[in-house]
């Protein structure tokens, strides 16, 4: 009797795949495609890109602003000169801001146009479902 109890468990048992040895978060990692990589490429090319402009432009002004006034006006220092520094500063926090969504289209842009190109030299036709 005990041992027809133990074979009807067997039978209901599904059949799966034991774990393997890689950790639970890299088994169920998706791996992207070659777009999705150009695009994460482009798009990280573009925030330094958008960056470093933004610190140059930072630079640039500070620069004219203290040249102008220290020395082809020869004027001294005062505290009210600080908020002119800072609207160099939001000047170009606000060309990063701009910068990089303003890119991400055109990541997207280009690359679609890079996969089109690739298409005509195959010689591959795609064709409207209309």
């Not at 034991?18 to 169920?28: G, Q, R, Y």
């Not at 640039?60 to 220092?77: E, S």
């Not at 520094?85 to 690359?111: C, D, F, N």
Request: with cysteine.
């Amino acid at each position: 009797m005990l041992w027809i109890k133990i074979v009807v468990l067997r039978a209901k048992v599904p059949k799966t795949k034991w774990p393997t040895d890689k950790p639970a978060e890299t088994s169920h990692k998706k791996e992207k495609s070659v777009l999705q990589a150009k695009l994460t490429k482009l798009a990280i090319q573009i925030g330094y890109a958008g960056s470093t402009i933004a610190v140059l432009t930072v630079i640039i002004l500070v620069v004219q602003f203290c040249v102008r006034t220290f020395v082809i006006d020869g004027k001294p220092w005062k505290a009210t000169y600080i908020n002119n520094l800072v609207k160099h500063l939001i000047i170009g926090v606000t060309v990063l801001v701009v910068a990089v969504p303003e890119g991400l289209p055109l990541a997207v842009t280009l690359s679609l146009a890079y996969s089109v190109k690739v298409s005509l030299m195959f010689k591959i036709i795609i064709y409207s479902s209309r």
